[in-house]
């Protein structure tokens, strides 16, 4: 079983929509969590880090649950410009090294 | 926007150089990693670093090898290239303090080898 699991998608969506992504992790002790988005070719960008409490910015919504040991990214409102790969990343224990998932591919259409 | 930089972003070379990819950071940053990522694929962890002269593997086995002599900088190093070599190569740092310190990557450098 990987360490952090993602369904790889594509999630076709079209403008406007709101779409949901999940993300499993094996390590209980696992510490902190991000979102990346990452564009065809490009590098990994920060999206956003995923507190205990779960946390917005703008039309995203990051939720943890640490019983269940999953984390989620919610997309409202869609844009064309939100197609991209989102990747799960979670950070272990010891060197504290970073996981990351394999990622969800999101389609936005007109 | 920038704060690391990777140099060269393109490289195609031939078969039996050896080559350097070189990577910079600007923000101070302790922790340094190079990633490996194939097309379509997901990123594998390939050196790390917790500081100046320290580098450890990292999951993926790799025939190339990484410095840290300065803070800023984090080559990385094929003594003798091959096809196999051909993939995206990610730099990141990120910062010591804090658990929650997220990864900054640069823009790669995608190396052919043919």
């Known amino acids: 079983r990987k360490e952090v699991e993602q369904d790889p998608g594509p999630f076709n969506v079209p403008e406007g929509a709101t779409v949901a992504f999940n993300c499993t992790y094996s390590?209980?002790?696992?510490?902190?969590f991000f979102w990346y988005r990452q564009d065809c070719r490009k590098e990994p960008k920060l999206l956003m880090s995923?507190?205990?409490s779960g946390n917005e910015d703008g039309r995203f919504t990051a939720q943890l649950n640490r019983a269940s040991q999953y984390i989620s990214l919610l997309i409202r409102d869609s844009k064309l410009s939100d197609s991209a790969t989102y990747l799960c990343?979670?950070?272990?224990?010891?060197?504290?090294?970073?996981?990351f998932g394999t990622g969800t591919r999101l389609l936005v259409s007109p | 926007e920038a704060d690391i930089y990777q140099t060269p972003r393109y490289l195609v070379i031939g078969t039996g150089k050896k080559i350097t990819l070189e990577c910079s950071q600007t923000?101070?940053?302790?922790?340094m990693y190079w990633y490996q990522q194939d097309p379509g694929m997901e990123l594998h962890l390939i050196h790390y670093?917790?500081?100046?002269?320290?580098?450890e593997k990292g999951d993926l086995s790799s025939e190339s090898t990484v410095s840290r002599i300065r803070t800023e900088h984090f080559p990385l190093t094929l003594e003798s290239a091959r096809p196999s070599h051909t993939s995206q190569y990610l730099c990141?740092?990120?910062?010591?303090?804090?658990?929650?310190?997220?990864?900054?990557f640069g823009n790669g450098t995608r190396l052919t080898v043919t």
């Open positions: 390590n209980s002790a696992s510490q902190s």
């Open positions: 670093s917790y500081g100046v002269n320290s580098t």
């Open positions: 990141a740092s990120s910062a010591s303090e804090g658990s929650n310190s997220p990864l900054h």
């Open positions: 995923v507190y205990s």
């Open positions: 923000m101070g940053h302790d922790k």
């Open positions: 990343v979670v950070r272990g224990t010891g060197f504290q090294k970073l996981v």
